[in-house]
C-alpha cells in the first residue's frame, strides 16, 4: 500500500484514533510509551517518527529540541494542538529530512511493522543520529496468538470495525498485523545496521514488542 493511501487512512481517523488506541490496548499505551521513555532516557535531541498524534512527545520534560514527523498531515494537525511546544514535519521515516548526527534519541510507537522499507529506516535512523544515540520502538509482533488475532479480525471484529474506520482502513489494519515480525526479526534487523540491543521485552499477552538499540560505529 502506498504511503500517500496510509496518509490519507490516518488523517480521516486523526479525530477518533487517540479513543481508539486507548479502547484497543485497554488503557495500556499510554504505560508502554512511558516506559519506552524510560529506557530511553530524555538527554539531548528527540525524534519521533510516524508520530501521530504526539503523544510520545507530550510525554517528554522540556529539555531538549522535539520534532515529531508522520505522512499524515490529518494526524499531525492534531499533534500540534495537544503539543504547542513541540516541532511537527510532514515526512517518511524512509527519507528523514535531516543533517547527519542531529539527534540523541528516536523513538516509533505502534508504527515499524508499518515502514515500507525497514531496513532504508535503520540506516537513516544510524545517519541522523549521534553517537552512543538511542532509537526505541513499541509494536505489535508477531507471538504465538498471532493467527488467532487475525481471525478474530477478520470475524469476529471486523463488523465493528468497518463500522468505526470503513472497511478498506479496517483491512489495512488486518494487513499491518500480517507484516508483523518476530521479537528476534527485529532485533537481528537493528544488529545488521549498526546498532546494539540493549533491551528487549514483551508486553500484553506478547502482542507487544519493546526494543531499545544504541548506534555502535
Known sequence: MRYRTVADIFSQISGIYDRFLNFATAGQIH???????????????WLDVGTGTGEVLRKLPRNGFRIGIDPAYGMLKVAKEKCVGCFFVQALGENLPFRNSSFDRISLSLVF????????????????????????????????????????MRTLLRPVGNLIFG?????????????????DEVVDMFESKGFKVLHKERKFLGIIHIVVAVKTD
Do not use: C, P, Y
Open 167 to 183: 472497511k478498506e482502513k479496517w483491512d489495512f489494519f488486518i494487513h499491518s498485523v500480517e507484516e508483523s515480525f518476530t521479537l
Open 31 to 45: 504505560r508502554w510509551q512511558e516506559r519506552l521513555i524510560s529506557l530511553m532516557g530524555t538527554e539531548g535531541d
Open 113 to 152: 511493522r508499518h515502514l515500507q522499507n525497514k531496513l532504508t529506516f535503520l540506516e537513516e535512523a544510524h545517519r541522523v543520529l549521534k553517537s552512543g544515540g538511542k532509537v526505541g520502538i513499541i509494536d505489535i509482533g508477531k507471538f504465538k496468538g498471532t493467527g488467532i488475532l487475525l481471525f478474530l
